[in-house]
């Protein structure tokens, strides 16, 4: 669990996908595009937040640290 100084936490802890628990691991993620392959020049993928929450939405960003795959600001 971690506590950001000066937050103090209130009610129950929210489950599932958020900005907090993918920052939580190494505090970070650092996005970067898809790079192009030899099929697509413009790849895209299913973000992750967003597929965990039922919703089908591509993005052409990732984590470059772990190359999961998120729309940038929202899901970063």
Not at 19 to 27: Q, V
């Amino acid at each position: 669990e971690t506590v950001l100084p000066g937050y103090r936490r209130r009610g129950k802890l929210p489950v599932g996908d958020s900005p907090m628990r993918l920052e939580a691991c190494e505090w970070a993620h650092f996005p970067r595009q898809i790079p192009p392959n030899a099929i697509k020049q413009n790849p895209s993928r299913q973000c992750h937040v967003c597929k965990a929450h039922g919703k089908k939405s591509e993005s052409r960003w990732e984590c470059e640290k772990c190359g999961v795959a998120l729309h940038m600001p929202v899901c970063f």
